[in-house]
């Protein structure tokens, strides 16, 4: 077992059973009997992901809760199709051409295919809420899918903008990716049964787990391993977005060196496979873009195990712990 799946199976395997079954499930509700959308979803399934929030949802059940079976492996089924959805809009919007070391359903297919079949999963997740009267989790998606489609505006509205600050960045993130985080573990305490101030701090902790998840990637996206990241280095910066390690150096860089990286930050947008990437990485690493934005997912981080604190020790409170220190970790 490589490190990197050392790492991801430590943190798993107090609810390793329940994600094998969630695997099962998705394969079971996301296909529709045949044609386009069987094909696609076969396509989407084949790719399997990391299964992050359902394992924060199934943890935080057993933690805070009693971690009722059934209902719980539903909620992380719903809860991973959502995340599902939100990847493929996010691809065809970004017009990506890879995720996970495959090609993006737009890619396969075309946008249109795309944006319907992000649409499909997301109406699937509310007739399955529907289905099984779930109407507190569907109360909490509703909320976190609305801070999300905000989070993904604001972030269309600030593209190529160098004068992002940090708190604009913040409250980008918070929405777009923190929020769902957040709710996977707000809705694992709520049907695991636990009381509202302990689904209070298991929302709190997902919340700053997913803000340091999100600066975490954000920092891979220059820095790593193409092979390992499955789609290639400097897509955000290529597509527009201004991140914090961009928005840090920027800030600490005197000129010519700031006029330079603005420079070259304009141009990512316009030529593919720039030589000049390398260039551009290194001077956010000498004006630390990149030390100042782990030094802050690593501060998310801690914020989010004191939540945890009010716990009980037990081995999801352990794994949940682990957790928090993977996401600013990972190498990938």
Not at 219 to 247: A, Q, S, Y
Not at 280 to 293: C, P, R, T, V, W
Request: glycine share 8%; proline share 3%; aromatic share 6%.
């Amino acid at each position: 077992m490589t490190d990197i799946s050392a790492r991801i199976a430590s943190f798993r395997a107090p609810v390793a059973d329940e994600l094998s079954l969630v695997d099962r499930e998705l394969r079971r509700i996301l296909p529709n009997g045949g044609g386009l959308i069987d094909e696609v979803a076969d396509h989407l399934l084949s790719s399997k992901g990391k299964r992050f929030r359902p394992t924060l949802l199934l943890l935080s059940a057993r933690m805070a809760g009693d971690g009722a079976a059934d209902s719980c492996l539903a909620a992380s089924v719903i809860v991973e199709l959502v995340h599902m959805a939100t990847l493929v809009h996010d691809d065809a919007i970004d017009k990506s051409e890879i995720r996970r070391g495959k090609p993006t359903v737009n890619t396969r297919w075309n946008e249109q295919v795309s944006i319907i079949m992000g649409d499909y999963v997301y109406t699937k997740v509310f007739k399955v809420l529907a289905d099984l009267r779930m109407f507190k989790v569907m109360d909490i998606l509703a909320r976190s899918t609305h801070e999300m489609t905000i989070g993904e505006m604001a972030q269309i509205e600030k593209k190529n903008n160098l004068k992002t600050t940090e708190e604009e960045y913040m409250t980008v993130i918070d929405n777009k990716t923190a929020s769902l985080i957040g709710a996977a573990c707000e809705i694992g305490a709520a049907v695991g049964g636990a009381g509202e101030r302990e689904v209070e701090l298991c929302a709190s902790f997902g919340r700053r787990v997913g803000l340091a998840f999100q600066i975490m990637d954000d920092i891979l996206d220059f820095l790593g391993d193409e092979r390992v990241l499955g789609k290639p280095r400097c897509g955000d910066v290529r597509g527009g977005d201004i991140t914090l390690p961009l928005i840090s150096a920027l800030r600490n860089a005197p000129e010519p060196d700031r006029s330079r990286l603005e420079e070259l930050i304009t141009r990512a947008g316009s030529v593919e496979g720039m030589p000049d990437d390398e260039e551009m990485i290194d001077l956010m690493q000498k004006h630390e873009g990149f030390s100042y934005a782990k030094a802050a997912g690593a501060r998310h981080a801690e914020s989010a195990k004191e939540f945890l604190m009010q716990f009980e020790p037990s081995p999801s409170r352990d794994a949940l712990l682990f957790a928090a220190e993977y996401v600013v970790e990972r190498d990938f």
